[in-house]
């Protein structure tokens, strides 16, 4: 089957409420998980995660209060879920589709471990089943077409939430976003870093249109 079905069923998820609704919770998921990986990568000690029923998500981390470590670790959630969809389409084009579900499985079950209230342990445990079923009772051809429809959600659901941030950042005057949290460490205006994560996020699509071309020549 042509890669583009998957494709316009992910993208059509993130885009339409039926499928946002749920789907929202995932791509928190990853939003968070990007944290957590980036603090242990930069040598900071991860405390825990918490998913929230409202679809938002806290991720704490012990370290030095500024530098490097802490900026890469405030900017990588809202570039996460484009980051794993980039991943995930290129694992598949170059024919490791299996590969592409254990790398998101590993997401999942590694955030398991840290995942600190019921809400939380209840989304990421059924992602972790749903993703370990299509690794273990799935074939080739079903294991592609959800990749590929995956993929497309987190680069369609990453940009959406980079323009939801502007949106919420205008309404509410808090400053606790990761734009205002960068602001803080960097002294650049958190309207500059939320201009940098639509940008990213929305660039990324250029890459992941070719990697979809790549697919559907193998197919």
Do not use: C, K
Request: charged share 10%; no cysteine.
């Amino acid at each position: 089957m042509s890669p583009w079905v998957p494709v316009a069923v992910g993208a059509a998820a993130a885009l339409l409420p039926w499928g946002w609704g749920p789907g929202r919770h995932v791509v928190t998921l990853v939003h968070e998980a990007g944290h957590a990986l980036v603090a242990v990568l930069t040598g900071r000690r991860l405390n825990g995660v918490r998913l929230h029923r409202d679809t938002s998500g806290l991720t704490t981390s012990v370290g030095r209060p500024r530098g490097p470590g802490m900026v890469a670790t405030a900017a990588a959630g809202y570039l996460s879920p484009t980051a794993l969809g980039l991943g995930m389409l290129a694992t598949a084009a170059l024919g490791s589709t299996a590969w592409a579900l254990w790398i998101a499985l590993a997401v999942v079950t590694g955030m398991l471990v840290f995942i600190r209230n019921w809400f939380g342990l209840l989304v990421v445990g059924l992602a972790a089943l749903v993703v370990g079923y299509l690794v273990w009772r799935t074939d080739e051809g079903v294991q592609q077409l959800a990749v590929v429809a995956l993929a497309s959600f987190l680069l369609v659901g990453g940009p959406r939430t980079t323009v939801e941030l502007w949106s919420s950042r205008r309404r509410s005057r808090s400053a606790t976003s990761d734009a205002d949290v960068l602001a803080r460490l960097t002294h650049l205006p958190a309207t500059l870093w939320n201009a940098v994560f639509v940008v990213v996020t929305t660039t990324a699509l250029l890459p992941a249109w070719h990697l979809l071309r790549g697919l559907d020549g193998l197919g």
